[in-house]
């Protein structure tokens, strides 16, 4: 059974930070691109981070550039997104995504950052 579990997400005041982690089961985690992916009510679902199933190359969305940092830990099934200075157009939920010759999906975790 393919699992992907978001935790981390919370409340966070403007500048502050925080870390999601996506723990990943039932697929060869090794072998999938992992992905962030972000949405807000109404709109769009937004791609946030990327990183190749090694671990060696990484994309970001230009806004987040600087301040966000996708990882991840192939022996323990896991990806990360690690925050920081977070605005209050970062606020959304936040989704956990595996590709490769399938696609998964995790059930989101909020980040709302507001003072």
């Known amino acids: 059974q393919v699992q992907l579990v978001e935790s981390g997400g919370g409340l966070v005041q403007p500048g502050g930070s925080l870390r999601l982690s996506c723990a990943a089961s039932g697929f060869t985690f090794s072998r999938y691109v992992m992905s962030w992916y972000r949405q807000v009510p109404g709109k769009k679902r937004e791609l946030v981070a990327v990183i190749s199933s090694a671990g060696s190359s990484t994309n970001y969305k230009d806004s987040v550039k600087g301040r966000f940092t996708i990882s991840r830990d192939n022996a323990n099934n896991s990806v990360y997104l690690q925050m920081n200075s977070l605005k209050p157009e970062d606020t959304a939920v936040y989704y956990c995504?595996?590709?490769?010759?399938?696609?998964?999906w995790g059930q989101g975790t909020q980040v709302t950052v507001s003072s």
């Open positions: 995504n595996a590709a490769a010759e399938y696609v998964y």
